[in-house]
């Protein structure tokens, strides 16, 4: 309720815009329409003091003609006339026919005059009033496109906002659950692996490799899961790019020559400087992902790596040719696997962030790409 009260408020200063364009546009509408209709009284007016003129004149006995004419060598809006007489039309003295004119015919007995009006002024004026109120209906648009921009962006950011309290808020009361039990499960934990230790040792046991393999499994994930909402602390040193990669991929080439998956390495032996074992953890998960992306796939079966750097950053590509992304890649405790905990990618694009980088994941061309991009530090 009180976030669709906030969104009015926000939208209310668009709308008084829209309402004061509005008010705008009538006014210069409202001035044109005065404009004319003053112009038009204007050359009433002159049009009454012609024929009151003429009357005059023709009443004293005299020759209108050279009154007119004088009439218009005075006159800003009465440029020429021509008087019809006993059908012959006489052209006053001093007209002027040129330019913009309108015609106004004024019946004074005996003669039928028509008057002709510049209408220059009334069209500058118009022209005037139609720039005025383009440039202002330019700035309005402008306004309220700005106005629109920025409620969106506003509200863009709101939600986006939002979404990560939501999930600040969720972390962190994963993490105070887990943190609750941590201790005692750390210990049972603890004894759990000692008590298969020893069975394994007394009497040598596939289960009993399997369930250390399982506790092992089982307090790495309470470990990670304890320190999701912490911040990572690196111990960088310098370390070549390729051992580094060679050491992530020796950990699984067993298992990916048992599944027929060609692991394929190209990079050049770039120093870089990161902290070995976070970044190694980081190399695993994204080989590991890669593996089991690919494992149950008909046909190739094919995990590469390689590595570039362009304007001093270092792009890092382990591609695969699974070809597919889920949904929610990177969020924490998300996860299409039947036994995954969903923090494997969450955690190493934390770890590749603290380090000033990032790490994204896109599909092109049929292969699923994982791309860590690091800065290069001397």
């Known amino acids: 309720m009180e976030y669709k009260r906030e969104k009015l408020y926000l939208i209310a ?23 004319n209709s003053f112009f038009q009284m204007a050359i009433t007016n002159e049009a009454d003091r012609v024929e009151s003129l003429v009357e005059s004149t023709v009443g004293g006995g005299g020759d209108p003609i050279e009154g007119l004419s004088s009439y218009v060598e005075h006159s800003k809006l009465l440029k020429g006339v021509k008087v019809e007489f006993e059908g012959r039309e006489i052209v006053v003295p ?54 629109a921009f920025s409620l969106r962006l506003y509200f863009y950011q709101r939600l986006s906002f939002d979404r990560e309290k939501h ?59 304890s320190k999701i909402n912490k911040p990572i602390t690196l111990k960088k040193e310098k370390i070549s790019l390729e051992r580094l990669i060679l050491d992530a991929v020796s950990e699984f080439s067993d298992i990916a020559k048992a599944k027929g998956i060609d692991i394929r390495v190209d990079v050049e032996d770039v120093p870089i400087f990161v902290d070995c074992e976070k970044f190694l953890i980081v190399l695993r998960n994204l080989i590991k992902n890669a593996i089991e992306a690919v494992s149950e796939q008909n046909g190739k079966r094919v995990v590469e790596i390689n590595a570039e750097k362009t304007d001093g950053v270092l792009k890092i590509y382990v591609r695969d040719s699974g070809g597919s992304l889920p949904e929610e890649l990177f969020k924490p405790f998300k996860t299409t696997k039947s036994g995954g905990f969903g923090l494997g990618l969450y955690s190493s694009r934390r770890i590749v962030r603290a380090h000033g980088g990032d790490l994204k994941a896109f599909v092109n061309d049929g292969w699923t790409v994982m791309e860590i991009e690091l800065p290069l530090e001397a």
């Not at 026919?97 to 007995?109: D, H, T």
């Not at 009334?122 to 202002?136: M, P, S, V």
């Open 13 to 35: 200063p668009l709308l008084l815009t829209v309402v004061m364009m509005v008010f705008f546009s009538y006014n210069f509408y409202r001035l044109r329409v005065e404009w």
């Open 94 to 147: 001093g007209s002027n026919f040129n330019g913009a004119l309108e015609e106004k015919v004024l019946e004074a007995p005996p003669f039928r005059l028509h008057l002709f009006f510049d209408t220059s002024y009334r069209k500058e004026i118009n022209r005037h009033i139609l720039f005025q109120f383009l440039a202002g209906l330019v700035i309005n648009i402008l306004l309220l496109a700005g106005i």
């Open 167 to 225: 999930e600040k808020e969720r972390l962190k009361s994963v993490s105070i659950a887990i943190s609750s039990i941590l201790h005692e499960v750390k210990n049972a934990l603890s004894r759990l692996n000692m008590l298969a230790y020893r069975i394994n040792k007394k009497s040598p046991s596939e289960y009993a490799e399997l369930m250390q393999k399982e506790v092992r499994r089982l307090a790495l994930f309470m470990e990670e899961a």
